[in-house]
């Protein structure tokens, strides 16, 4: 994953596009940079790696050396951007965030064209996905018929910032809008971004939300639309329930809202359905489990509580280990138990959603060792069936990983996958199955999740204009 934010200001920006390009921090581990445009100096780039150390830590030295009254920053977990890239269309500078799923087919497509065209290459002769993204935009005589020609070429998703040699920013949404871009304004400049609340701490006021596949200009002057948006759309639904941070709004539905909102639905249907089992607290994985148990709390009448809490001065980054050992090793080593809230008590832990049920699994341990009575797990979403093949989306890049499908596999072998739809349904024999073997092999009292209909309603937007992917397979 990764995420974005712009500026383009009468005065220098170059403390706005650091704080706004931080505030996307919690989207990606690997890289960041910024590229930003001062009218004697030029565009001027700077790249690091913040896998171990945060954004704002790297760039500090920034204030040193750069200046500038228009810039883009991203942060991500893959190659290394913005790239300045010097071609037909003149010189700017690109981040691109996505993925591109026939990354191979264009450039073996585009190698093999003719005119001697090549790559820079990275690690093992990879591509950097956005000097790619510039090899399609610039086939064109314009930046808007070269970024409407790399969305048509790309399978997968590209939202894009292009920022000019004359300061200017051009911005795409990708073509479905699988990701959000909004734009703030204040009174010296204009800013873009993923996370809107990046703009809004900054003194930028909300104007508009991209549609999919729109593309804009954005100046001291003001956004002009260059192409206008497509009906389609297909917002991920996992914005909300997981990876958004909880302070932003996308389509018009905050973050925090709809997992309270979810929380809320799932106890709704768990009193009809006769589910909700007796329990002395309701509490949420931290930290995206917590606003979706505050919702079940509310509506269940339980009372909320956090029976640990996430040792965090020194320990911010969950994901940031590379192997499952320490991945683990780091997640226990920053639970902190309060044994008031534990011992003899019968609790019910509500999580965003379940991958590979690791850590769900070591919680639950952590807890019983600790004495509780009784865990009881709850997912604020679906059972994953599918890995998310649009984002570079780390909670769930591949199909083996699932817990789903490795429990089909095992209860009837690999031809069971052709029943995914059975199993997604909790009211047939199959869907039982798979939930009751998830919660045995976790360890909790008893296991249940929220339906598709459920996180749907929660979010508030019609079915049709949401990615479902992860959970029905439904392109
Ligand atoms: S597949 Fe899942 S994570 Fe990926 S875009 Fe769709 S809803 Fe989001």
Request: aromatic share 10%; glycine share 10%.
């Amino acid at each position: 994953m990764g995420g974005f934010f712009g500026v383009v200001s009468k005065r220098d920006c170059l403390e706005d596009l650091y704080f706004g390009t931080d505030y996307h921090s919690h989207l990606g581990t690997n890289t960041g940079g910024i590229a930003i445009y001062d009218e004697e100096s030029g565009l001027q780039r700077e790249i690091h790696r913040i896998k171990k150390t945060p954004f704002r830590t790297k760039f500090e030295k920034i204030f040193e050396d750069f200046k500038g009254t228009s810039g883009i920053g991203c942060i991500n977990d893959s190659e290394p951007q913005p790239l300045i890239i010097r071609s037909n269309l003149g010189t700017y500078a690109l981040c691109v965030i996505g993925v591109i799923n026939n990354k191979e087919d264009l450039i073996n497509k585009y190698l093999s064209s003719g005119g001697g065209h090549h790559f820079a290459t990275i690690d093992r002769g990879a591509v950097n996905t956005t000097e790619l993204v510039a090899a399609m935009i610039n086939q064109k005589d314009s930046f808007v018929e070269g970024i409407l020609f790399a969305s048509e070429v790309i399978e997968g998703t590209a939202s894009i910032l292009i920022l000019k040699s004359d300061g200017h920013i051009i911005v795409a949404r990708d073509k479905v809008g699988r990701l959000p871009v909004l734009v703030g304004k204040c009174e010296d400049g204009y800013a873009v971004a993923l996370e809107s609340f990046s703009y809004h701490k900054l003194g930028y006021e909300d104007i508009k939300e991209l549609g999919p596949g729109e593309i804009g200009e954005l100046s001291v002057d003001g956004y002009v639309e260059l192409s206008a948006p497509h009906e389609k759309m297909r917002i991920c639904s996992f914005l909300w329930s997981y990876y958004g941070y909880p302070t932003s709004t996308y389509e018009g539905v905050n973050v925090e809202m709809m997992r309270c909102r979810n929380g809320q639905i799932m106890a709704r249907d768990e009193k009809l359905n006769g589910t909700l089992p007796k329990i002395d607290y309701v509490g949420g994985v931290p930290d995206s489990g917590t606003p979706h148990a505050i919702g079940y709390a509310n509506e269940s009448g339980v009372s909320f509580a956090r029976p640990y809490i996430k040792y965090s001065p020194t320990w911010q980054r969950s994901f940031m280990p590379n192997t499952q050992s320490d991945r683990s090793r780091v997640a226990k080593m920053k639970q902190i138990p309060i044994y008031d809230l534990i011992e003899g008590k019968s609790l019910m832990m509500v999580d965003d959603s379940i991958v590979r049920g690791t850590q769900l699994k070591e919680t639950a341990e952590f807890l019983y060792e600790n004495k509780a009575k009784a865990v009881h797990m709850r997912s604020a979403c679906p059972p994953i069936m599918y890995a998310c093949k649009y984002l570079n989306f780390s909670r769930n890049t591949s199909d083996v990983d699932l817990i789903t499908r490795r429990v089909i596999i095992e209860l009837e072998g690999e031809d069971g996958l052709q029943y995914i739809d059975e199993y997604r349904d909790s009211n047939t024999d199959r869907g039982k199955r798979l939930r009751q073997t998830m919660c045995d092999k976790l360890g909790f009292d008893s296991l249940e999740f929220q339906t598709l209909q459920g996180l749907v309603e929660s979010i508030g937007i019609e079915e049709c204009k949401l990615c479902t992917y992860c959970w029905n397979g439904r392109e």
